[in-house]
């Protein structure tokens, strides 16, 4: 599987065309829950950067040879390890104050879903410096998605930003809660699809087109065979922005052949 | 694809022209009623979906069909749920939200899987619930305290003659357009006469809404009069004829819709009783949308489990 991607080609795939929050819809729980305000939205993004960096590193540097199951379990380990130390800090030995969702949802970051489904479908199959690469762009796009959510929830919300009042007329405050914020992800989704597809559109080619269809001869008393057509569901070759596409249909082939296989042997 | 656009354009104009005629009555009755101050409602609900509805069509590359009366009947049910004398603002802002969040993003009027005005006004309702719920405008009877308030404090007035009149003719507090019990039986009369079966759900939700006011009221008074104020409070009625009866949302099947509508009626009872909000309706229309598909499902699974039971059955008597 060890491929060679440019860091540039990776940072555009993991962070804007496949963005983890916006198009895979992982680590949604956080950014809906925890992204009231810009200084909240701040930290957890930092807190899911390192999370994802440090248990990328780790699980491309020594859990290849380690099977699934134990894997899953060291990548939560894993994730406290790192989380609860930075939360005691910030917590005893800082002056932030921490608002009430973040003291909930910050130790909930060590087992967010986007963690372990790049470490599962990419870090453990890569070398470290291709997994690190994947790790930051997808930090770096799960990050984005919550600084722009939170500075927009606090602006709209509550009319201000970082605590400096706008004097807005009136407020949303409903755009604080998480209704709110999936209805600015669901918009932010639109205008990231819309932007990609504008920039991959291809024309499709002119095909002429007979002015009479053929006749085609039915075999009525005969069995009805459908033609076997084989249609690539994966992705296109050639793209190679496409490797985490590839990466999870991977894991989920691996899993549908273990269920098969688990069947054929109980029968 | 243009044949299954103009289909569309034409039955969207048909279901919405009706809901348009209907919703002449509760309009002219808010004027009546309120004044200038409900006109000024109504035309900024109305222009501001309007506006919404024509400059997302633009940004999403749809032609703009004036016949999809989708939009304007959206404006309308949103500004006649409010008070008259709520800021103009919060109806511009339940009205974009019905248009830019519930309707626009699935396909338009006749695709949204939620009502689009039941969205808007439940936003409104949760950004603005003092403005949203609290009515200034005096009337004759019981001067500035609506029903539903009344009920929430767990009181409840003597059903006199005066008193019933007041009741259904509207002359009570409340919203500016869901008031008038008589209003909104012409309407469903209307609604009978067009399409009787999409009257199921507000029949069933009605029936729902009785017999648990009957069984747990909510006030110390009679039963029957308490049961009276449950269903002529907030917009009960007019969400039975104007939002359960969408013909996007409710299911297919004419037993589901029955059962959608006391779904429906269990959880808007269960708020009222429960929640923070004098009238929960928009919220209980919301969950019951989010189950409409579902039921549709069920009940065609179930029919094709015992379809096949059927069959095999009769493949076993025949040998």
Known sequence: ?267 | MADEKNVRTTKSTRVFGDYLIMLTAPCVLSVWYNGAAAVRTLLACLLTAFVCDFAAGIIVNKQYYAADLSGICTGLIVALMLPADAPVYVGMVASSFAILAAKIPFGGGMRAPFVPAAAGFAFAAVCFKTEVFTYTAGRSFMKTVSLGSSLMSGNTIRMTASNFIDIITGNICGPMGTTCIIAMLGCAVFMFIRRRQSLLPGAGFIAACLLISLVFPRSNGSVISCAIMELCSGSLLFAAVFMLTNPATMPVHTANRVVYGVFTGIVCMTMRHLGAFEEPICFAVLIANAFSPLLDMLTDRARIILSSKRSKREAQANG
């Open chain 1, 1 to 267: 599987m060890d491929k060679k991607y440019s860091l540039s080609s990776m940072m555009y795939a993991g962070a804007f065309k496949y963005n983890p929050v916006l198009i895979q819809c992982v680590a949604l729980c956080p950014v809906v829950a925890a992204t009231q305000n810009l200084k909240d939205a701040f930290f957890i993004a930092v807190a899911v950067f390192a999370d994802m960096l440090v248990t990328s590193f780790i699980s491309s540097l020594m859990l290849k040879k380690t099977a699934r199951f134990v894997r899953v379990a060291v990548y939560l380990i894993l994730g406290l390890i790192l989380i609860c130390p930075v939360l005691w800090v910030i917590e005893f030995r800082t002056l932030v104050n921490m608002s009430f969702t973040m003291r909930v949802f910050l130790p909930l970051v060590a087992i967010n879903s986007a963690t372990a489904v790049h470490c599962e479908t990419f870090a453990v199959k890569n070398d470290v410096r291709t997994a690190v690469n994947d790790s930051v762009a997808a930090g770096v796009g799960i990050g984005t998605v919550m600084v722009i959510c939170g500075a927009l929830r606090e602006i709209i919300g509550s009319g201000s930003i970082l605590g400096r009042s706008f004097n807005f007329k009136f407020t949303l405050p409903g755009m604080a809660m998480p209704v709110g914020c999936l209805v600015i992800l669901g918009f932010a989704a639109a205008v990231l699809q819309s932007v990609t597809s504008r920039k991959t559109k291809v024309k499709p080619e002119r095909t002429e087109v007979s002015a009479q269809p053929e006749e085609v001869e039915l075999d009525v008393d005969g069995e009805f065979e459908p033609e076997q057509i084989d249609i690539d569901l994966t992705y296109d070759n050639d793209d190679e922005y496409a490797y985490l596409l590839s990466s999870v249909n991977e894991l989920i082939d691996s899993f549908t052949s273990k269920e098969n296989s688990e069947e054929e042997d109980n029968r």
